[in-house]
Structures are given as C-alpha cells and as structure tokens.
C-alpha cells in the first residue's frame, strides 16, 4: 500500500507559479511511476504529467508543455511539480498518483488532492 499526501495547492494570479509536492508513506516509492492529474468542476479528471521511477522518462499533457515541470526526489520520496506562467484554465484539484509502471491513465494508489485556483 502507498499513501499519498499532496501540498502546495492555493490561489495565485494569472502568470503567476507555484509548486506542487507529494510525499510518499512508502520505502520503495523509488520503484514506482508518479503521475498528477487534474480536475476542474464539471470536468473529468485528466492527465497533466508523469516520471518513471527512474527519471528518465517524463510525459506531459499538450495543454502544460513548456509551463509545468514534473521531477521527483527518491531520497525523499518525494514528486513535484513546478507550474510557471499559470492561467486561470489551470484551476482544479490535482491529484497526485503512482503506479508501478508509468501511464497517463491507470494508476493504483492516488492521494488527496491539492486545490489551485488561478484568478485573472
């Protein structure tokens, strides 16, 4: 079983950034793929982002490429996730996921989620 907590969530303005974190409860969160995804009101979740476990191999949605950077940190077992230039369409719940194999769609274990609201 993995837990997972995301922080970092809150209202900023249009343009501006914030970085999202996700701690991990397990040992071996090294062998795992984390992705986020997102949720607007009246929307379905989507894909935003994913790494492998090692690193090496990181995915992003169309709609981010360019603003958001995903990279992670085994020794702490932490994810996170960099958004610059944030519009107001970023606003949603984003949720924090991970897998043993990486995916922008199925994933086993998913925290919380973190609120951001962009305001323009």
């Known amino acids: 079983q993995v837990q997972l907590v995301e922080s970092g969530g809150g209202l900023v303005q249009a343009g501006g950034s914030l970085r999202l974190s996700c701690a991990a409860s397990?040992?071996?969160?090294?062998?795992?793929?984390l992705g986020w995804f997102r949720q607007a009101p009246g929307k379905e979740r989507e894909f935003v982002a994913t790494i492998s476990w090692s690193g090496n191999t990181i995915y992003y949605a169309d709609s981010v490429k360019g603003r958001f950077t995903i990279s992670r940190d085994n020794a702490k077992n932490t994810v996170y996730l960099q958004m610059n230039n944030l519009k107001p369409e970023d606003t949603a719940v984003y949720y924090c996921a991970a897998d043993r194999s990486i995916s922008k769609t199925r994933y086993d274990y998913w925290g919380q989620g973190t609120q951001v609201t962009v305001s323009s």
């Open positions: 397990r040992r071996t969160f090294s062998r795992f793929a």
